[in-house]
Structure formats: structure tokens, C-alpha cells
């Protein structure tokens, strides 16, 4: 979902605000229902076509231990003879081709049908700097990342904390951190490298990508921050008991909890955040799935409930002692409305790129709970650079966040006395307004994206004139 949200945002902007034809191409192995329903043709603006082509069976070559951006690659090589079949297909093969950030793998085909070729990565300009820069550090720190005691070192942006890192950097040994290498090289490639961040936002990282020596001696390509691109509010849907319920709370008193469309939790840690949320006497609304030990995934409810409907991975009685102030969905929550309906004030969640930008365009400060993939840098980013945020103490991939704590920063960034939750408003309040700013016509994103296209045509037009001049 974090990458189909943008993808799809990209789609409809090229399509609606700068006049082109845009063709959507989707690899997947299967879709959940939530992705389906996102990518309903139907739904789709005018001159802008979703082609999901067929799903790719990788199951010979994957085993359980197969890591994420091991998989992705695996995906994207296996997709290529259909990628190829529909491009074919098409009366007028496109000019531009705009890859997902794991799509590099399809670049030769952008090659093969003479259309330039662009990386969309749909995170930050930090984390985008650290994939380009990974092969360097390759070569230059000895050890895992996380045993550094050092942070790393990235020419022109804020350095990596050890800690930080993105998941394929944690095991030099395993095939997932060649890969990110891999990807990193092949950005380089590509006629440009467009962002979902906005010069404001970003302006050290954008400009280290742009101008600092080392820096711009491997990125080579011109880079294109075009965000925030995020989700609409989504349409009216069974979720109105929700939203009445919302409608009757006072204005931002209501803390929304959610991990994204995977981020899980174990059975200890889902008991501790819900004692934490009880003690912080906040009201909330939280989007319960079901624990699992480990990480990631999303499964279904197979345990039983208690009296009350308690869902057994709760405290004994928690709907029934905190049903005048709580909300409890399961599975799947209509986010951007939630976010931004105006009783609430606060997001607790585990800083997936799009949960993070939907949160600042709304002006809700957050509460970070890191979990997975570049998380824990979007994480340090939005405390220490941004100020829109309380991140926790210790990261919860090492240790269990007891109640206290989590009472605590949900009291922190809920109520209006306390030190941190006013400033952290007002600059979520600043970087709404800034982002939408940037978007809209004239704006640093609008213009960013001009200047892709500006710079294709040109592109196309010099390749005809020599293509002529060859004949
Ligand atoms: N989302 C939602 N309802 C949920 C959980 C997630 O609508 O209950 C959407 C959310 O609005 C966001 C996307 O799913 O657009 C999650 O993307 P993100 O990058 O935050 O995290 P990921 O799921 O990729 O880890």
C-alpha cells in the first residue's frame, strides 16, 4: 500500500494537472482487498489506465527466509516478459517509463522501447542519499551498521545513527543488502530521480543530492522533489459508526493508533500499548491486528473474545473499561479521514512514509513507533529535524515499550499544558500549509514537475533530430 498510494497519486497529477496519458502498470503477486479497491479501473480520472498484469508466481523461487527487497527484485525480474507483452501491446508505446523505487530492474526495458527512464521513490531525500550512497559505505566501514559506534557519515545530509538503518542494511551477509546496493548503483542510471518530499521539507538532503561534490559525482541524475503526494480522503464507507462517534468527541482530543497497512506487534507489546492508552485516559481510536512474535505480516483474529467482546489479545474488560473514551478497529481503518476529522489531535504511528505525510497534511502531531523498512530514520527525522514528534526511547524491534512510557507520550503529545505538544502543533501546522503550498500551481513540487516533463520533451525532440540526421 505504501507504494500503490503514491504511485497512483503520481498517476492522476500527470494525468489531471499536466495533460498526459498516463498508463499504470501493476505487479503484484496477489492484491488484498484493500489494494483492489484502490486500483479499481472504474475509480480511475480521465487518460489515466491501471493494467494489473497478470500476477507473477515466484513460489519455486523464494523460501520463507526471503527477505523483502529480495522478493521485490525477484518479482520485478519474473514480470518483465509481461511488462514487455503490454508495452508491446500498446498502440503508442509511451516516452516516459516512471519505475517504483524496487523497479530499477526493468530499466533495459525502458531501453529496449526507447522511452527515458525515471525512478520514483516514494520516500525522502535522506533516504533516497543513503541508498545511493551504499556502496560507497560498502567499501568503507568494516562490520555490520549496527555495530558501528559511529554514526554513518553521508556527504551534505544529517549523518545515519547505527541504529537507524534500513532493514536490508542489517545483515551484510544476506542477499537483500546486495540487492539495495543494487538499486542504489541503478538510480544512477535513470534520467532523473523524483521524490515524495518537497524542497521545504527536505532542503539539506535535496540540496546535498544536487550540489554537494561527492554527493553529485554518484548521484549523476537530476533529482525532482514532487510531494507530498498523499492519499484522498476515502470515499463513505462501512466505517460510519466510527466517524459519528468521532463527530461527538471535543476538538483534537482523540489520539488515532495505527502500524500502516503491516506493521504488527507481539502479544506482550499489543497487552502494553493497550494498558498505556488506558492509564493516558486520552480518548483514541485504535486499528487492532491481531500479535504475532517476530515482524511484519497481517493475519485474522483466530482467538476468541471475552464477555465483553474483548478481543483475547486485549486486557481482560478493556472494551468495557474504556468504551466511553475508546475505539477499537479491527484490521483496517479509513485513515485519511480519520486523520483529518477535527476531533483529533494526535497519530501514534510506526512512520510509514505515506501514514507520516498524510499526518503533516492534516497538522497532527505524532508519536513515532518505528517497526520496519527506513521507519526508524523518518523516525530521527521528524523529532530531531522536524519537531513534529515524540519518537520512543528505545526502539521497540529491541525491547518491550512498557505502559509507562507509552502513557507518557501519548500525555505529551494529547495534552495542551504540557511542554512539546504546542510547539510540535505549530510546526505540523506549518508544514501542512508548506506542502500544500508546494503542490499547488507555481508551487516548488508543481514546478519540479514541469521540469521532468519540460526536460523529456526536450530529451525526445534532440533524440529525433538525430535519428533524422542518421537517416
Ligand atoms: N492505511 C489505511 N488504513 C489502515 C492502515 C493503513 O488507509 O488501517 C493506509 C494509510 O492511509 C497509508 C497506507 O495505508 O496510505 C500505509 O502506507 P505507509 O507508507 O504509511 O505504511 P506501510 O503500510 O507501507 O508500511
Known amino acids: ?8 497519486e503520481l498517476g492522476k497529477r500527470l494525468a489531471t494537472h499536466h495533460g498526459l496519458e498516463v498508463t499504470i502498470l501493476v505487479v503484484t503477486t496477489h492484491s488484498s482487498p484493500a489494494e483492489s479497491q484502490l486500483l479499481d479501473p472504474s475509480t480511475a480520472p480521465k487518460h489515466l489506465r491501471i493494467l494489473q498484469l497478470p500476477p507473477v508466481d515466484i513460489s519455486s523461487l523464494v523460501n520463507p527466509d526471503t527477505k523483502i527487497v529480495t522478493l521485490l527484485a525477484i518479482i520485478m525480474r519474473q514480470a518483465r516478459p509481461s511488462l514487455r507483452s503490454a508495452l508491446s501491446a500498446m498502440e503508442h508505446p509511451p516516452a516516459m517509463f516512471i519505475v517504483d523505487l524496487f523497479g530499477s530492474e526493468a530499466f533495459e526495458i525502458a531501453n529496449e522501447f526507447n522511452m527515458s527512464k525515471y525512478v520514483f521513490v516514494t520516500s525522502t531525500a535522506w533516504f533516497t542519499a543513503l541508498t545511493i550512497y551504499c556502496h560507497v559505505l560498502d567499501k568503507e566501514v568494516e ?16 549523518p545515519v545513527r547505527p541504529e537507524d538503518v534500513v532493514d536490508p542494511m542489517l545483515d551484510r551477509t544476506n542477499q537483500d543488502y546486495y540487492e539495495y546496493i ?67 468527541q471535543p476538538s483534537e482530543s482523540v489520539i488515532y493508533v495505527s502500524f500502516g497497512s503491516g506493521g504488527t506487534l507481539s502479544a506482550e507489546q499489543t497487552i502494553e500499548l493497550a494498558w498505556g492508552l488506558e492509564l493516558s485516559q486520552q480518548r483514541f481510536v485504535w486499528v487492532l491486528r491481531p500479535p504475532i512474535e517476530g515482524h511484519g505480516g497481517s493475519s485474522f483474529f483466530t482467538s476468541g473474545s471475552g464477555p465483553d467482546g474483548t478481543p483475547d489479545c486485549l486486557p481482560d474488560g478493556f472494551l468495557t473499561r474504556t468504551h466511553n473514551v475508546g475505539v477499537v478497529v479491527r484490521l483496517w481503518a479509513p485513515q485519511v479521514k480519520i486523520l483529518s476529522h477535527p476531533s483529533v489531535g494526535g497519530f501514534l504511528s510506526h512512520c510509514g512514509w505515506n501514514s507520516t505525510l498524510e499526518s503533516l497534511s492534516n497538522g497532527v502531531p505524532m508519536i513515532a513507533w518505528p517497526l520496519y523498512a527506513e521507519q526508524k530514520m523518518n523516525a530521527t527525522m521528524l523529532e530531531e529535524e522536524l519537531g513534529v514528534a515524540v519518537k520512543l526511547k528505545v526502539l521497540p524491534t529491541k525491547k518491550v515499550v512498557r505502559r509507562e512510557e507509552i502513557e507518557e507520550m501519548v500525555t505529551i503529545v494529547m495534552e495542551s499544558n504540557k511542554h512539546g505538544r504546542k510547539e510540535m502543533k505549530e510546526r505540523a501546522k506549518e508544514l501542512k500549509n508548506s506542502g500544500k503550498n508546494a503542490l499547488s500551481k507555481g508551487g516548488s ?13 526536450q530529451l525526445r525532440l534532440e533524440s529525433h533530430k538525430l535519428q533524422a540526421l542518421q537517416q
Open 143 to 158: 562490520g555490520e551498521y549496527v555495530d558501528q559506534n559511529e554514526p554513518l557519515r553521508l556527504p551534505g545530509c544529517k
Open 182 to 248: 543494487r538499486i542504489g548503483v541503478e538510480y544512477s542510471l535513470s534520467d532523473g530521480i523524483l521524490m515524495n518530499t518537497w524542497e521545504d521539507l527536505e532542503g539539506t538532503s535535496l540540496k546535498a543530492l544536487r550540489d554537494h561534490k561527492i554527493m553529485r559525482s554518484i548521484v549523476k541524475v537530476p533529482v525532482y522533489p514532487i510531494g507530498p503526494l498523499t492519499k484522498p480522503v476515502e470515499p463513505a464507507g462501512p466505517n460510519s459508526e466510527l466517524l459519528e462517534w468521532l463527530d461527538k
Open 1 to 8: 500500500m505504501g507504494h500503490l498510494v503514491p504511485v497512483l
Open 445 to 457: 513540487s508543481y514546478k519540479s514537475m514541469c521540469e521532468v516533463i519540460n526536460k523529456d520533451c
